[in-house]
């Protein structure tokens, strides 16, 4: 029995905010990620490319973790493996682009699945792109914020010991859960159906609460 077999069956308590703690919650998530070389590669590559203030989030953690429970493939149905960090003091696309390149160059074997992006320049193209304004942010982590969902918000870096740290600003039970609970601090509600429908599509056991219309 392997170490991610081995970490399965508890993982449905630790969906449960009133029978599990967060700190349980963090060290299983831990365990989980330890035991996938991939992601291991990621973190330990980006760590010493010594980006600032850099991290692996969302999707390719959360749906990792839901790969583990469902006992499906560890890249079922994860588009991209997302690397974030925050330089303020070149925030061009040609310095963003740049920074995309090196992390590809590190990591040939996962170029094609890694999205690479500098949070200090979002705000300069989010409207453009989606039609409604973003904040400029204050650093990578306050990215987390403002994602559809708050079971997205969830991140990862690699401390000098080798050892992961964990952010989430909303707390790991939602997604041990396999539940997908809206996040109406940025108001997209499109967003976060489209994201439900494609998540749903994948991982058909997941609980999807529906974004409430009247919420202001």
């Known amino acids: 029995m392997t170490d991610i077999q081995a970490t399965k069956g508890p993982l449905v308590t630790l969906g449960n905010p009133y029978e599990a703690s967060e700190q349980e919650r963090c060290a299983r998530l831990r ?7 991939h992601i291991m590669t990621i973190l330990l590559t980006v760590r010493d490319l010594q980006l ?25 149905g994860i588009k991209d493996f997302d690397v974030i960090y925050f330089d303020g003091r070149d925030p061009s696309y040609e310095a963003e682009d740049r920074v995309i390149k090196q992390v590809e160059a590190a990591l040939p074997d996962l170029a094609a699945l890694l999205e690479v992006r500098n949070q200090a320049r979002v705000h300069l193209w989010y409207e453009k792109k989606f039609g409604r304004p973003y ?4 650093c990578s982590m306050d990215a987390l914020t403002t994602y559809a969902a708050r079971t997205h918000a969830v991140a990862l870096r690699m401390d000098e010991h080798g050892e992961p740290v964990v952010h989430a600003p909303f707390g790991l039970a939602n997604l041990f859960a396999m539940r997908l ?3 109406y601090a940025q108001m997209n509600p499109e967003t ?8 749903k599509a994948s991982w058909p056991e997941l609980e999807i609460i529906p974004w409430e219309q009247d919420c202001r």
Not at 59 to 64: D, L
Not at 135 to 138: H, M
Request: aromatic share 8%.
């Open 135 to 138: 904040r400029p942010l204050d």
């Open 192 to 199: 976060y159906a489209e994201k439900a429908g494609r998540m």
């Open 31 to 37: 365990e989980i990620i330890v035991g996938i070389p």
């Open 181 to 183: 609970v809206p996040n």
């Open 52 to 76: 600032p203030d850099a991290w692996l989030v969302s999707g390719g953690i959360y749906q990792t973790v839901w790969n583990v429970i469902t006992d499906r493939p560890l890249l079922h």
